[in-house]
C-alpha cells in the first residue's frame, strides 16, 4: 500500500508563506504525478498545483504568482510553498500522488491521499 504523509501549514499571517511537504512511500515503482489539493469550508476539493514527470506544472489561477511546487522523485517527495498568503487561502491542503506500486497482489496505478494538513491564513 502507498501512504503520504503531510507536513508544514499551521497558522500563518497574511502576507506570509507557508511551505508543506508530502513524503509517499510503499512499493512504488514509477510515480506519474503529484500534487496538492486544498478543501475551505463548504467548498469542494480543487486543484491547487501538481507537478509531471515531463516537469510541466498546473495551478490554480488564485494562486499563480505566487507559488512554487517541486518534486524529488528518489525520495518520493513533493513540496509546496505558496507566497503572499490571503485569508481565502484558508483550507485543509491535501498530498495526492499518481503511482504504480504493488498492491499486495499486482502492481497497478493508483490515485492516493494524505491525510490532510490544516492552513489557516489569519492575524
Known amino acids: 500500500q502507498v501512504q503520504l504523509v503531510e507536513s508544514g501549514g499551521g497558522l500563518v499571517q497574511p502576507g506570509g508563506s507557508v511551505r508543506l511537504s508530502c513524503e509517499a512511500s510503499?512499493?512504488?515503482?514509477?510515480?506519474?504525478?503529484m500534487g496538492w489539493y486544498r478543501q475551505a469550508p463548504g467548498k469542494q476539493r480543487e486543484l491547487v498545483a501538481s507537478?509531471?514527470?515531463?516537469?510541466?506544472?498546473k495551478a490554480a489561477d488564485s494562486v499563480k504568482g505566487r507559488f512554487a511546487i517541486s518534486r524529488d522523485d528518489a525520495k518520493n517527495t513533493v513540496a509546496l510553498q505558496i507566497d503572499r498568503l490571503k485569508p481565502e487561502d484558508t483550507a485543509v491542503y491535501y498530498c495526492?500522488?499518481?503511482?504504480?506500486?504493488?498492491?499486495?497482489?499486482?502492481?497497478?496505478?493508483?490515485?492516493?491521499w494524505g491525510q490532510g494538513t490544516q492552513v489557516t491564513v489569519s492575524s
Open positions: 510503499g512499493s512504488i515503482i514509477s510515480t506519474y504525478g
Open positions: 495526492n500522488a499518481d503511482v504504480e506500486a504493488y498492491t499486495g497482489s499486482t502492481y497497478a496505478r493508483g490515485d492516493y
Open positions: 507537478i509531471i514527470n515531463s516537469g510541466t506544472t
